[in-house]
Nanobody
Framework: QVQLVESGGGLVQAGGSLRLSCAAS????????MGWFRQAPGKEREFVAA????????YYADSVKGRFTISRDNAKNTVYLQMNSLKPEDTAVYYC?????????????????WGQGTQVTVSS
């Protein structure tokens, strides 16, 4: 069982930056691939970024590539999402998730555990 708690969301102006954190419970954090998804009102939950167990591989949605960076610290059981050059269309609730299996981890169906989400609002 893995419990995930996101933090770091908030209100920021367009062009600004935020860093989201996701703290995981359990001693097996390093055996899970981790991902970030987001969901805007009235829209489906969409993939943002993912990182493999050892940080060797990272994956990004085209819409955030070059602006967002996913990283993890297995010693701290934490995964991060650094978000730069934020745009109003990045406004959403951001969720982190853990996947025990799979590859690329671009679909929500590959994930086993989810956090409660943190709100990110980007004003124009």
């Amino acid at each position: 069982q893995v419990q995930l708690v996101e933090s770091g969301g908030g209100l920021v102006q367009a062009g600004g930056s935020l860093r989201l954190s996701c703290a995981a419970s359990g001693r097996t954090f390093s055996s899970y691939a981790m991902g970030w998804f987001r969901q805007a009102p009235g829209k489906e939950r969409e993939f943002v970024a993912a990182i493999s167990w050892s940080s060797d591989n990272t994956y990004y949605a085209d819409s955030v590539k070059g602006r967002f960076t996913i990283s993890r610290d297995n010693a701290k059981n934490t995964v991060y999402l650094q978000m730069n050059s934020l745009k109003p269309e990045d406004t959403a609730v951001y969720y982190c998730a853990a996947a025990a299996y799979g590859s690329a981890w671009r679909t929500k169906y590959e994930y086993d555990y989810w956090g409660q989400g943190t709100q990110v609002t980007v004003s124009s």
